[in-house]
């Protein structure tokens, strides 16, 4: 196990295979095992979401960002980020969506998911937003904490579509 501090860099057209399998297996490793998500859903989603044509025309959208995790050479996590998305609940003129933030599992704990969030707050002072936010699965209790423990709370809800299955996300705010 590598123990240090992760780089972070933000990804272009040359990162889209391993943005689509880091994606894909970390959503994998996150959500299979909970009784609640059918492999079924889990497949489909999967198979759309980090598809690499799906990535590939992510990462040319101007008002997307992928950052990368490194550790060594690795690739250990990974964060999407989307300006001037909005949900109801959000307030502020110029938001900045946290869209996806993932660690492969063997790094769990070590550092990843917080070096990723300091560039995303690094990036959204430069970019003079004025409200973050994300949706996180309302099972995902693990997530949760770890945005509380950065300054979000919860401003509201919306359906994440799984697959066949109409799931419950939480939205977090939080104003900057
Ligand atoms: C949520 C996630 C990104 C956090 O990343 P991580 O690399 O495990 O977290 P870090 O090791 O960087 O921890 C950063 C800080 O958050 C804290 N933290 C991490 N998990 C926590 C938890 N479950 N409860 C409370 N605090 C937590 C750590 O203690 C640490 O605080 P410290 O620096 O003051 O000690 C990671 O657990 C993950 O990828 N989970 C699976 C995918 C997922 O659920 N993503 C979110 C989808 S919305």
Known sequence: MNL???KIRRADARDVQVLSVVGRRSFDEAF??????????MRAYMDEAFAEATIAAEIANAQTIFLIAETGNEAAGYLKMK???RE???S???P??????????KFIGRGVGRALMLEFLKIAAETNRD???LGVWEFNYRAQAFYR???FEKCGEHVFQLGSDPQTDWIFEKRI
């Open 4 to 6: 240090e501090t992760p």
């Open 32 to 41: 299979s095992d909970h009784p609640a998500n059918h492999p079924d859903d």
């Open 83 to 85: 300006f001037d998305a």
């Open 88 to 90: 109801p609940c959000v």
């Open 92 to 94: 502020g003129e110029r």
């Open 96 to 105: 900045l969506e946290l869209c996806r933030l993932y660690a492969l599992d």
């Open 131 to 133: 409200t973050l936010w």
């Open 149 to 151: 423990k950065f300054g």
